[in-house]
């Protein structure tokens, strides 16, 4: 049964997607233009090249059996220039779902699942009309391209909103109305090549400066908040006829509701927990469901905290490691630049306890 | 903190250390004779050379900041040499001990650790004594460079002993009385730079064919018995002086009593459990001893049992794959050769339960 894996992205993601499918004896060929990169040091070989060089990826489709990738800004063209060469999981749909917050939004909407109110802004005239709606208030984000908190502007009541339109880059805009919501948490699930899904526990999540700091299980939410979550990931999933994991994020109101913020179709930051208290990772759920292995085992057999290492903290890792229940994961990047995710940690906290009984 | 550490012996058990260290920010370097080993796949660059080549040797020790080995084999001349250049461990004087069936056996009865009766035996006369003093009943064993069962003969009352000493070589030998034992155990133990002790919890281990076949937690034994041996790893590993994981196998009698087999001064295959059941497996408590990094918790979360994969059953994984709480482990090697360890799987078997008491 083995195969070669192609990895879009050289990242921490794709290290991790790297390592685990070696254990399960599959090699593995990186597409990432960064020479030496993290993922490329676990990898059988690394192609050093764009994302979109159309060479580079026939190059990648010829050494591998199926492509996958490790983020959500692959070039959609490129996914679908790939998919006529050799299969790709999760398939380039996801992607343009996820590449855009308004296509993202009405087809969270079209699958039944809540979302913040929004309105397409293609112009200043677009953004007065909008936050006119929203009372003045509301997030003005690009549609494309933002992630960790960049590309975005808050409006409250009284803000001017003047120039706004063209300070964001002239791009496609949206403007989402305000969510009050009591927490954050995320799904990560997985769909094998079989249509089966698994759902790992919601964490709940806590950001840092836009950036995700901890995930802990469980979430502090009613149980059916957890299978609300569980609900709305299986119809995303296979509406999309989705292969792979996906990370799926939340706001959580005082009284349980799910509010969908985006998804990430790909491997995510707030599943990184599963390698410490999972038998089956997210990372080894990905490469089974894409190289059309059967899904594992989501269960949880310990809570725990994980909490991202970004930029400087890296500096603490000797104090981690006198930490004696904490699995330590580094990503192999030699310059802490500020805001650059370098590691993480996760600690368990003690064998597995229930989410809050409704 | 990051170091560069040296790796003698490219196999499964190298593959995994060089993943542990990857996940520190270690780079390994793997010292091979055997192009494209199974952990230079993992590994950041492999030496292509024999073990005792002091060019080579030389070359990885200026690779290097610390050199360590996974099996327990490695020349000690060369070990010895290494020790001149680079931090070397587990110390050369631990391979000593353990090439050595006769002084392995009168170092752990040094340690008060009881073994079974033993002679040295070099020459057909000292065998017929040997045979004689034990009623005609024992195992003649090479004192250097046996392993999984090569290399022995079983003597029973009445057998003939006729030319047993030049059969097996006309090398040194020992004979070794029978064991009446109920079952086997191993207690995987690790020793810090700083002299601190961590044992994992025994494993209750069955062979088939002088291979291991399962390792299986919790072990059926007494918890005075489970005592005993952290108490034996603790004085044999502070007698040595020790830094690094090793590996103790031994018989338990009716009466809870242990009896020390061998010892392996390197990560075990008994212990790959851990990777499955533990937040810190054998393989990084490993890696942070020799990199001079406090130890990590040996607390096992769950009770589990680990199977190898030898030869041919290397193509039941499809089987493996389907069964959801199994953590497959491969080893990337391409032949299934009768008797190779291909790679592992560790089920997970529920919370963990507690040994029997007293």
Chains 1, 2 share one sequence.
């Not at 855009?100 to 699942?113: H, M, Q, S, V, Y």
């Not at 989705?242 to 509701?257: K, M």
């Not at 930029?311 to 310059?335: C, F, M, S």
């Amino acid at each position: 049964m083995t195969k070669t894996i192609g990895i879009i992205g050289g990242g921490q993601l794709g290290r991790m997607l790297a390592i685990a499918a070696s254990r399960l004896n599959f090699r593995t060929v990186i597409l990432e233009p960064q020479p030496d990169s993290p993922a490329s040091q676990l990898a059988n070989r690394q192609i050093v090249a764009a994302y979109d060089d159309e060479e580079a990826l026939a190059e990648l489709a010829e050494a591998c059996d199926v492509v996958t990738y490790e983020f959500e800004n692959v070039p959609v063209a490129g996914a679908k220039f790939l998919e006529g060469l050799k299969p790709v999981y999760p398939p380039a749909r996801a992607l343009e779902v996820a590449q855009d917050r308004l296509t993202e939004k009405a087809f969270l909407n079209g699958c039944g699942i809540p979302t913040a109110k929004f309105h397409a802004v293609d112009s200043q005239a677009d953004l007065d009309a909008a936050l006119a709606d929203f009372g003045g208030a509301g997030v003005l984000k690009t549609r494309r391209l933002g992630y960790d908190g960049k590309g975005q502007m808050v409006f409250r009541p009284g803000d001017s909103a003047t120039g706004a339109y063209d300070k964001l880059g002239g791009v496609p805009l949206i403007l989402e109305s305000f969510i009050a919501f009591e927490r954050e948490i995320s799904v990560i699930a997985a769909r094998g090549l079989d249509g089966s899904i698994e759902c790992y526990d919601p964490a709940e999540n806590v950001h840092r400066n836009g950036i995700l700091h901890t995930s802990t299980l469980p979430a502090e939410i009613y149980e059916g908040t957890a299978a609300d979550a569980t609900t709305a990931a299986t119809r995303l999933l296979d509406k999309l006829d989705y292969v792979g994991v996906i990370g799926i994020e939340f706001f959580v109101g005082a009284d349980g509701a799910l509010i969908a913020n985006e998804i990430a179709p790909r491997v995510h930051n707030s599943g990184h927990w599963t390698e410490a208290a999972c038998v089956i990772s997210q990372f080894e759920q990905h490469i089974r469901a894409v190289a059309g292995l059967p899904l594992g085992n989501s269960a949880r057999h310990s809570d725990c905290v994980m909490q991202n290492l970004i930029g400087d903290d890296i500096n603490d890792v000797a104090d981690w490691a006198r930490e004696p229940d904490v699995l330590i994961h580094l990503y192999g990047k030699t310059e802490p630049r500020p805001g650059r995710k370098m590691g993480h940690v996760t600690r368990l906290t003690g064998p597995r306890s229930e989410t809050q009984s409704e």
